[in-house]
């Protein structure tokens, strides 16, 4: 019985795990398109590195979600 | 006797000049005015400007003069930018040391006992996703700093906000429709290094216009002044841009 239990905490935490990660993959996503649009509306020369850090983001939030659906 | 009742012609005082010739004069000035006087006016503000603040052209400045990257979406074509204003970089100053803290805050949890009774995989990921939304933190709030600007051109004041991700707030004025304007430092840390806030009261659909905690707001209201100046000058003598 307590190892059902066990198995029952287990299959929650990570279904926990995956919709927080997604949640943050769908910020991630708000990030990378609102700092699209904020260098269209100013632009100057670091414009190009702060797209590349939002885009960077986006790939560790994708990563995370993977990490959740494997390892956990 | 009779009083001539033209007296011009009886004792001319002014010189009469044939129409031919001042005809000429006039064509001529006309060639030379336009383009030559338009850049000359644009270089003497430029100088009275560079005189104020100085000559900074950094892009992570808090105030740029005359920068030769920087540009905007609603810009008009020949419209040329005298000054760009972000807010003063102390108000960073709380953002990064709070990023600090949340980097060096995992390593504190090592001296939590309960945290060892946590699976790996499970602190793998948490500290992971806590770097990340640490990351996320410092990311937003330059964001909102390195976005957050007040831009002076040669015809109006614009000021373009991002509060956060998720808000934009654009306004302008033209400096003709400027009517009035203040400034207020309040507060040690504003005392210290020289920021404040500036408003200014526009006759526009946009009745205020407010900087926030703009590094040297008396600088910048003295080149609002120099610019309102010209601008007069400008419809006094009919130029129009």
């Given at each position: ?23 943050y993959l769908i910020f991630a996503l708000v990030v990378v398109k609102q700092v699209?649009t ?16 939002s885009?960077?983001?986006l ?14 | ?135 996320a933190?410092?990311?937003e ?24 991700l998720l ?75």
């Open positions: 019985m307590f190892a059902d239990l066990y198995n029952y905490l287990n299959i929650a935490e990570k279904i926990f795990a995956i919709l927080g990660t997604l949640i699209g904020m260098s269209k509306n100013v632009n100057d020369k670091f414009n190009g590195i702060l797209i590349l850090f885009y960077i983001h790939a560790m939030a994708v990563f995370l979600v993977f990490l959740a659906w494997t390892i956990l | 006797m009779a009083r001539s009742k033209d007296l011009d012609t009886v004792a001319p005082d002014d010189l009469i000049i044939s129409e031919e010739k001042i005809d000429e004069k006039v064509v001529v000035k006309k060639n030379i005015t336009p383009k030559k006087e338009a850049a000359k006016n644009e270089s003497n503000i430029g100088d009275k400007i560079y005189n104020v603040l100085g000559h900074t052209k950094h892009s992570l400045s808090s105030i740029l003069v005359k920068p030769d990257v920087f540009t905007f979406e609603e810009r008009a074509e020949k419209e040329s930018i005298y000054l760009v204003a972000r807010p003063h970089w102390f108000t960073n100053v709380s953002w990064v040391l709070t990023t600090l803290l949340l980097v060096v805050a995992p390593g504190l949890l090592k001296f939590v006992p309960i945290i060892t009774e946590i699976p790996v995989k499970f602190q793998f990921l948490g500290i992971l996703a806590w770097y990340l939304v640490s990351f933190f410092a990311f709030k330059f964001l909102s700093w390195y976005f957050d600007v007040f831009i002076i051109t040669d015809e109006r004041v614009i000021d373009i906000d991002f509060n956060n808000d934009k707030k654009f306004s302008e004025a033209k400096i003709s429709m400027i009517q009035d304007i203040t400034s207020r430092v309040s507060g040690v840390s504003q005392t210290m290094f020289n920021y404040g806030t500036v408003f200014i009261q526009t006759a526009a659909e946009v009745p205020e216009i407010t900087l926030e905690k703009v590094a040297n707001p008396e600088k910048i209201i003295k080149v609002l002044q120099i610019l309102r100046e010209e601008e007069e000058r400008e419809t006094l003598e009919g130029r129009v841009k």
